[in-house]
């Protein structure tokens, strides 16, 4: 029998080392088997870092420790951006095991980022409890490695100011950090502005920012609207912050892609365009409601009623195009392509606000409006606010009593959809949308 292997009670030859429990069960069942799946290689790969300087059985031991961090959060996996887009990446999700269990410092946090490559760090959530310094070594090390390209600090309630500062210049500075997301955070004013002002200098190569459920007021969503104007960012959620009242002006300033000066020609440009449009600029024209419905209902038309529908459509497309032309001249500023505000209060003096953006906007692609409490009125000011706007592709009104019992704003919203070159993609699930309404949008 070699030197370098010892019999035990079961009679079977093993390596010296795995005389006794827990390394036995291990060199049984695990040493030296092909290895499968991303999180058990990865924990393979971390006890293999942990036990340089130790024994083997002592990491054996708090291996159970490891799995349970693993559990929580620590694992690699393939993720979808949750702005919806279909692209997946291999991803890192950290968790408290990282600062818990490891005590990482800045530089070990450094080289543990180096060494993963190109990740998203997230699972930082709550549980982690980080405060200002670790929040501060995680931003320098993040910096250093060139390699994390989204990042999650939510729901961290011990980070101050001092804290976000970094956060800010991370932002400024970084040029792979592609996604943030800050939900889950009631900061102050001062907080906000040390991470969103940085945005605003041009620098920063940001795309999505996530903000929500963090209580923003008007004076925070001016540092949004500023960094949104000034910056690449291209989506924004600001999910679950009740705003309502006094909020849909600051919204509307993050739809402005173009600079303030510019505000009295567009003025001008609608004045002449929009304003003066005749009460009849309708695909029905003076056509009574009721007639409407019935024709619908029952396929019964009036003679020569489609051709004039034709021509009133194309009258539509008409002055929305010398609208959009008149816009051109205007120099663009922004990037803004998704702008989600669902599950807040916006009511229909909001919406009739927003609309008047979304009139004057040429960037946005993606609007979620879901769950506030729009009523067929506001809908209204959308869908005429709509005929004007050429780039929207998806508007989501789920949750919002928009749908009926009356029908203005469906009918509006009919239009809108015959003559939107792009809009492809209308959600309007428990709207209160009754069976006339649903043969409105059907036609």
């Not at 600062?99 to 800045?106: C, E, P, Q």
């Not at 005929?387 to 809108?416: F, I, K, M, Q």
Request: hydrophobic share 45%.
């Amino acid at each position: 029998m070699p030197d370098d292997t010892i019999t035990i009670a079961d009679g079977r030859a093993r390596c010296l080392w795995a005389a006794r429990e827990p390394e036995t069960t291990y060199h049984d069942t695990e040493w030296g088997f092909p290895i499968a799946g991303d999180t058990a290689l990865f924990e393979r790969v971390c006890l293999e870092g942990f036990q340089v300087g130790l024994s083997w059985r002592l990491i054996l031991q708090k291996r159970d420790a490891l799995r349970e961090a693993l559990a929580r959060g620590v694992k690699v996996s393939l993720i979808v951006d949750g702005f919806g887009s279909d692209a997946t990446d291999e991803s890192v999700l950290l968790s408290p095991f990282f600062f818990d269990l490891l005590h990482l410092d800045g530089e070990d946090l450094l080289d543990l980022l180096r060494v993963l490559g190109p990740l998203t760090v997230e699972g930082l959530e709550g549980r982690s409890r980080l405060d200002t310094d670790a929040v501060r070594a995680l931003a320098a090390a993040v910096f250093a490695s060139h390699s994390v390209h989204t990042l999650s600090l939510a729901d961290n309630p011990g980070i101050q100011t001092r804290g976000w500062r970094a956060v800010g210049a991370l932002v400024q500075d970084d040029r792979v950090l592609r996604h943030l997301d800050l939900s889950h955070h009631a900061l102050s004013t001062s907080s906000w502005r040390a991470v969103l002002s940085p945005l605003t200098r041009g620098h920063s190569t940001l795309q999505s920012l996530r903000l929500d459920h963090s209580a923003l007021r008007p004076a925070h969503l001016e540092c949004v609207a500023e960094a949104v104007r000034a910056s690449s960012l291209q989506h924004v959620s600001l999910r679950h912050n009740g705003l309502g009242d006094g909020s849909a002006p600051r919204l509307s300033r993050m739809l402005m892609d173009w600079d303030e000066h510019a505000r009295p020609a567009i003025e001008d440009i609608e004045r002449v365009g929009v304003v003066t449009v005749p009460a009849t600029d309708d695909l029905y024209g003076d056509e009574s409601e009721l007639h409407v419905i019935a024709s619908l209902l029952h396929g019964h038309d009036a003679p020569h009623a489609p051709s004039r529908r034709h021509e009133r459509r194309e009258a539509i497309i008409a002055r929305a195009q010398a609208f959009q032309h008149a816009l051109s001249d205007i120099p663009a500023r922004g990037h803004l392509l998704t702008l989600d505000l669902r599950g807040n209060a916006l009511h229909d003096a909001d919406a009739a606000i927003l609309a008047t953006a979304l009139r004057r906007n040429r960037t946005l692609r993606v609007c979620s409006l879901a769950d506030n409490h729009i009523t067929p009125h506001g809908l209204a000011c959308i869908a005429d606010a709509l005929r004007y706007n050429t780039t929207l592709e998806t508007l989501d009104l789920s949750g919002n009593p928009c749908g009926g019992p009356a029908l203005d704003g469906v009918l509006r919203l009919r239009v809108a959809l015959a003559v939107h070159p792009r809009l492809k993609r209308v959600v309007f699930a428990d709207t209160q949308l009754a069976a006339e309404g649903a043969l409105v949008l059907a036609e």
